[in-house]
């Protein structure tokens, strides 16, 4: 079974800060996703990353992807309050069947006003 | 466009009831999916369809049936409810880009199973 482990996870920090969250794996991934979820809602896709070394960004979000494409972080700048949510990153399998995702826990960030 | 669409938003059930939970999609996607999600398990895959016509089981498939109807619908149905599902489920359409399934998810159903 495939895991991805994310770290840390619980953060809660005050607005205006910087942050960095992980999202790790023994496992070689296709491609991987970050998505954000607010409470009460469905998850959102934030960004796609399919090539080892990839970087991307979204406004204050800087998602980076593995050389190995086993892990990923995600970054962010100056942190607001509606950067407040859950976070989770997800992989396609480079071996198996790519029709499912393997889902971390997620990290739930917190950024106080 | 609406995207993934749930039915209903909030359920209660006693232990032994039955109900569906609907699913919709107007994004033309090919593959649909369950997931119950439970504080701390993180989202756990119930059971998915790659296309239309096909059904597999998921990591949880227990106390569960799914029907695809057609390319935009997917039913989850519990035969007989039970505490331990009470959980919020969500319903998601992949869009394969370039080889990466981008999932889209639907705004939940919270059960609760008394």
């Known amino acids: 079974t495939q895991l991805l482990e994310q770290s840390p996870q619980f953060l809660s920090i005050q607005e205006g800060e910087n942050l960095t969250v992980y999202c790790n794996s023994s496992s070689v991934f296709s491609s991987l996703q970050w998505y954000r979820q607010e409470p009460g809602e469905g998850p959102v896709l934030l960004v796609t990353v399919v090539t080892g070394g990839e970087v991307k960004k979204l406004k204050r979000l800087t998602f980076q992807f593995g050389d190995a494409r086993k892990d990923s972080s995600l970054h962010i700048t100056a942190a607001q309050p509606g950067d407040t949510g859950l976070y989770l990153c997800a992989g396609t399998n480079s071996g198996g069947s790519n029709y499912k995702l393997t889902f971390g826990k997620g990290t739930l960030l917190t950024v106080n006003p | 466009n609406a995207g993934v669409t749930q039915t209903p938003k909030f359920q209660v059930l006693k232990t032994g009831q039955s109900m569906t939970l609907q699913c919709a999609q107007d994004?033309?996607?090919?593959?649909m999916y369950w997931y119950r999600q439970d504080p701390g398990m993180g989202l756990r895959l119930i059971y998915y369809?790659?296309?239309?016509?096909?059904?597999d089981k998921g990591e949880v498939p227990n106390g569960y049936n799914v029907s695809r109807l057609n390319k935009r619908e997917f039913s989850l149905r519990l035969e007989s409810a039970a505490p331990s599902q009470t959980s919020v489920y969500f319903c998601?359409?992949?869009?394969?880009?370039?080889?990466?399934?981008?999932?889209?998810f639907g705004p939940g159903t919270r059960l609760t199973v008394t």
């Open positions: 994004m033309n996607h090919n593959s």
């Open positions: 998601a359409s992949t869009r394969d880009w370039a080889g990466a399934y981008e999932q889209y």
């Open positions: 369809s790659a296309s239309e016509g096909t059904t």
